[in-house]
């Protein structure tokens, strides 16, 4: 139902900036809410931030909390994540994700629908 592709990730230093971009295709952008999960080696994957349909609500892990942003262009039909002051502990396959029956967002990743092929994001001690 809805296509994304993630792009942006790579490999940088801890304390460094990166900025991760999903695109969408497939349904109208503006109806869905989005979110953002990862997965590090030999863990479970953990969600990370999400965003509703409007941009108007946003929710984040308490791990990235003040250090990560989450926002979306309707116009664009992309969702981004900015990542600041990585950690190592960041370090982890990263997968955007589209929530058609939570509009307003929502964190579990029970409730999304459609999933990326994920991009690596690897933080440097």
């Known amino acids: 139902q809805v296509h994304l592709v993630e792009s942006g990730g790579g490999l940088v230093q801890a304390g460094d900036s990166l900025r991760l971009s999903c695109a969408a295709s497939?349904?109208?952008?503006?109806?869905?809410?989005m979110g953002w999960f990862r997965q590090a080696p030999g863990k479970e994957r953990e969600f990370v931030a999400a965003?509703?349909?409007?941009?108007?609500?946003?929710y984040y892990a308490d791990s990235v909390t003040g250090r990560f942003t989450i926002s979306r262009d309707n116009l664009k039909n992309t969702v981004y994540l900015q990542m600041n002051s990585l950690r190592p502990e960041d370090t982890a396959v990263y997968y955007c994700?589209?929530?058609?029956?939570?509009?307003?967002?929502?964190?579990?990743?029970?409730?999304?629908?459609?999933w990326g092929q994920g991009t690596q994001v690897t933080v440097s001690s």
């Open positions: 994700a589209a929530s058609l029956k939570h509009p307003y967002g929502v964190t579990s990743d029970a409730h999304y629908d459609s």
């Open positions: 497939g349904r109208t952008f503006s109806t869905y809410a």
């Open positions: 965003i509703s349909w409007s941009g108007g609500n946003t």
